[in-house]
C-alpha cells in the first residue's frame, strides 16, 4: 500500500483504507445510528453527542427547512 502523506495522522490500530458500501449517505447514517445508538458519534469544544442525539439534531434541523419551504433538490 502506497504511504499517503495523511496516513501518519491516524491513530493506530485503525485502518488506512475501508470499503465504501453502495449506498446514500443516509442510509449508511441509519446504519450506524441502528448499531452505534448510544455511542459516541461526535466531539465538538468537549461537547461530546451519540449517534442517536446527532440523528434528532439532524431530523429536527431537516423538519425546521421544510417548515421553511425547503425541498429536496433545493
Known amino acids: 500500500m502506497e504511504e499517503k502523506i495523511w496516513f501518519k495522522?491516524?491513530?493506530?490500530g485503525?485502518?488506512?483504507e475501508i470499503e465504501i458500501p453502495e449506498m446514500s449517505l443516509t442510509?449508511?447514517?441509519?446504519?450506524?445510528?441502528k448499531k452505534?445508538?448510544?455511542?459516541t458519534a461526535v466531539t465538538f469544544y468537549r461537547q461530546t453527542?451519540?449517534?442517536?442525539?446527532?440523528y434528532q439534531?439532524?431530523?429536527?434541523v431537516a423538519s425546521?427547512?421544510?417548515?421553511?419551504?425547503v425541498q429536496k433538490g433545493d
Not at 495522522?9 to 493506530?12: L, M
Not at 425546521?64 to 419551504?69: D, E, I, M, R
Open 64 to 69: 425546521g427547512l421544510s417548515k421553511l419551504g
Open 14 to 16: 485503525n485502518p488506512k
Open 9 to 12: 495522522h491516524i491513530v493506530e
Open 57 to 60: 439534531y439532524i431530523n429536527n
Open 27 to 33: 442510509e449508511l447514517f441509519k446504519q450506524s445510528v
Open 36 to 39: 452505534y445508538e448510544n455511542h
Open 49 to 54: 453527542y451519540t449517534y442517536s442525539q446527532l
